[in-house]
């Protein structure tokens, strides 16, 4: 995998408790992967693609850089970057990858990816 940005987060994502992910390009492209049938990963591609009609951070730099939905049997966070990047994770509640849903988040704020 040459793709700095997915090899990174294929990395991080193997972490026990994540459910599924995706990350959306500013070209719009969007790769996801489910470790879990309940939640697959076409859902999060169709969570991202939504975010296109909503998006503010991009123009604001006082919005929210994430934002995080808890639901019963775990939370879904979606991390936006002003070039464009999305991310997106489902985890599950009783795991360490809520726990570092916030370091994930921010290192992905702040890496260099390849466009």
Known sequence: MNDPALQWLTERAS????????????????????????YPAANLEKILAKFDELSTVAADQTAPQWSTWAFEQGRIRLVERPDGWRLALVVHNDSAAV?????LSQEFLTMSLEV
């Open 15 to 38: 972490q026990p408790g994540t459910l599924a992910w995706a990350v959306r390009r500013p070209d719009g492209n969007i790769v996801s992967q489910s470790a879990d049938e309940k």
């Open 99 to 103: 726990s570092g849903l916030d370091s």
